[in-house]
């Protein structure tokens, strides 16, 4: 019950000072920001005063937000050892997809097959034979996962129609 009013009370100080920062920004007004982005002399003090704070105050609620998640999360996991069992075995399922889609799918090319050229990427590098592997591997990855999520969802609606 503590811990509730702890973070009740740490989550009305951060909107606070979102709050604070967004009226300051809107004082400040947008045509002023954009006018001192556009023009290369200047020190972007304007920005450095209104964005930034707001940027690191977003960084640090995302911080606490995903230290919160692990820590209740993990500590759930750990509460029970099936429940820990069920995850290590779901951990271990998706990692054979993985696997299995790297090294039973993916394919290492990096030429265009229309154009027999090297395919180059946005930075002017040209594709890598691992890039180009990892990339086959999570696209592959995902159609297995995704071919599987439906398979699941058509095999309960076909078990509950069955039962009836």
């Not at 890598?128 to 990892?134: A, C, M, N, P, V």
Request: glycine content about 8%; proline content about 2%.
């Amino acid at each position: 019950m503590v811990l509730h009013k702890v973070f009740k009370y740490l989550a009305l100080l951060l909107c606070v000072i979102a709050a604070g920062f967004f009226l300051y920004t809107i004082s400040v007004g947008d045509e002023a920001i954009q006018a001192e982005a556009a023009d290369l002399t200047n020190d972007g003090a304007l920005q450095n005063a209104t964005l930034a704070p707001m940027m690191y105050l977003a960084y640090a609620v995302m911080a606490i937000t995903v230290g919160l998640v692990l820590f209740f999360v993990l500590k759930g996991i750990f509460s029970s050892p099936a429940v820990l069992k069920r995850s290590l075995i779901s951990v271990g399922i998706l990692v054979a997809i993985c696997l299995i889609a790297y090294y039973g799918f993916a394919d290492d090319a990096v030429t265009d097959p229309s154009t027999g050229k090297l395919v180059m990427l946005d930075e002017g590098e040209p594709l890598t034979e691992g890039t180009s592997k990892l990339v086959g591997a999570s696209i592959y990855t995902f159609y297995i996962v995704a071919i599987l999520a439906v398979g699941s969802i058509l095999w309960t609606g076909v078990s509950k129609l069955l039962n009836r």
